[in-house]
């Protein structure tokens, strides 16, 4: 795919979406030199901030002060960027490069960028709607959870993915009482191998969370205002709030409308283009090609939000510098934290270094010979090296992986060198 052109002068740039990729975007591009006009259209009340805190400290202590805002309130105005938050954007007119504003305003574009992120998956059961049950995106969301879980609460987390996880390891020390429940057999099935699944599901069970796997819902019901989770097997939770964690839906909804290619996400290229030249996307909307991996492939992570929406910036700016990156995730869960660089898959030759429940320990998963992909808990510094191994193609032993005498730093330098030299 041929890069894009380098603009010169750039003109307005709009953003829609403001999110932390929406918030980086705009401010790499005044960061790049970009003197034009910039214009990000949010549905938020807030201006752009990270999300991480909202399934972990926030939960602890929901003041605003918690939240990592990605600029202040006043650094947009003050950068000559017009916010418009709690507004919702409704539609692109491709034809006159226009956005079509729920103010009834239109605003012009040179170009545009999508940053409008993912919804939460919404559960369709009966008695979905039950005031009890909720999700967790949004500031307001997290503090509605956070005024619930009051000591000896009952708090039943519907999936068992990283957020539910998350939400239930903030519940339990918040002294509430927990219950799990996943219809998968292990806890966080897409994210981590069955092994550290397990791991988990122990540690968590361990701390007293009433992990259920293999559970399905079959509707919820009400107590006199209580929630009441039927289950599939008869059982019955009463319940002092319902938090559903079982995905997201990439917001894709304007994009299609305006006929630009679409699956999985927003379809564009290393560079962050869409299907119209004019049009880039970035973050968790976005489905884009990883030179790396060689595929597209569309992510839910802080990295990916934050170093996408830089290089489209950048790219808008006249870089034609592909987003190459190996992908990067973190969990907080107790006094755990969990690293996921790369892509592991079912299948992949997995090495281990130190000892799971004994400190810290790391997971090399290896395809075809090259380490692809480096699961650590409590070891960031090993999966940060990992990483850099995986960028450079991954040529290392299993055996030196796993023997923790083997400097990974020493591995990383010898691989930079011979990558160098050739
Ligand atoms: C609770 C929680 C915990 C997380 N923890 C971690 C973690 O530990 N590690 C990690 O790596 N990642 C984590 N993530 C993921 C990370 O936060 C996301 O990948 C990141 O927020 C994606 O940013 P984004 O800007 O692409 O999308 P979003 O944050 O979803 O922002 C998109 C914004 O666009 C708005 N929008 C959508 N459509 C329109 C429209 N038509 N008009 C106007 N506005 C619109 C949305 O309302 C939203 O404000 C977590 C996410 C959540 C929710």
């Given at each position: 795919m041929s890069a894009p052109e380098g603009q010169g002068s750039v003109g307005a740039v709009v953003i829609i979406g403001s999110g932390q990729a929406g918030g980086r975007a705009a401010e790499a591009l005044r960061q790049g030199g970009h003197g034009g006009p910039i214009a990000i259209i949010g549905d938020?009340?807030?201006p752009p901030y990270e999300r991480?805190?909202?399934?972990?400290?926030f939960l602890g202590d929901a003041s605003l002060a918690k939240i990592a805002w990605?600029?202040?309130?006043d650094w947009y105005a003050e950068s000559g960027i017009t916010l418009l938050h709690g507004?919702?954007?409704?539609?692109?007119d491709r034809a006159q490069s226009m956005v079509e504003v729920d103010d009834g305003s239109r605003i012009a574009y040179e170009n545009l960028i999508l940053t409008t992120g993912t919804r939460p998956r919404p559960l369709?059961?009966?008695?979905?709607?039950?005031?009890l049950v909720s999700y967790l995106r949004t500031i307001e969301d997290s503090r509605r959870l956070q005024q619930r879980m009051l000591p000896g609460a009952h708090i039943v987390v519907i999936g068992a993915g990283f957020i539910g996880m998350e939400v239930a390891a903030a519940a339990l020390l918040r002294a509430c009482k927990v219950s799990v429940l996943e219809l998968?057999?292990?806890?966080m099935a897409r994210g981590v191998p069955p092994l550290l699944g397990a791991f988990y599901a122990d540690l968590h069970r361990q701390k007293g969370v009433a992990l259920r796997t293999g559970a399905s819902v079959r509707r919820i019901g009400d107590d006199n205002g209580r929630a009441l989770v039927e289950l599939d097997n008869g059982e019955v939770l009463t319940a002092d709030a319902v938090v559903v964690g079982i995905g997201v839906i990439p917001n894709v909804e304007l994009a299609q409308a305006a006929g630009l290619e679409i699956d999985n996400g927003i379809v564009v290229d290393e560079y962050g283009?869409?299907?119209?030249?004019?049009i880039y996307a970035a973050g968790d909307v976005s489905s884009h090609f990883n030179p790396l991996l060689g595929r597209h492939i569309r992510l839910e992570s802080w990295q990916n939000a934050q170093n996408q929406a830089i290089a489209v910036a950048r790219n808008i700016l006249g870089a034609r510098k592909p987003y190459a990156e190996i992908p990067w995730f973190w969990s907080d869960q107790f006094d755990l934290n969990l690293q996921i660089a790369g892509v592991p898959q079912a299948g992949d030759e997995v090495v281990q270094r130190g000892t799971l429940g004994g400190g810290p320990v790391v997971f090399f998963h290896l395809r075809e010979g090259r380490l692809v992909a480096a699961i650590g808990i409590n070891s960031a510094r090993d999966v940060r090296f990992g990483k850099e191994i995986i960028a450079l193609?991954?040529?290392?032993g299993a055996a030196e992986l796993a023997?923790?005498?083997?400097s990974l730093a020493t591995l990383f330098n010898n691989l930079k060198r011979s990558a160098k030299a050739a």
């Open positions: 938020e009340a807030h991480p805190a909202l399934s972990k400290e990605v600029r202040p309130a507004r919702k954007a409704l539609r692109i369709t059961l009966e008695g979905s709607a039950h005031p998968a057999p292990l806890p283009r869409s299907s119209d030249p004019k193609g991954g040529q290392v023997d923790p005498a083997v």
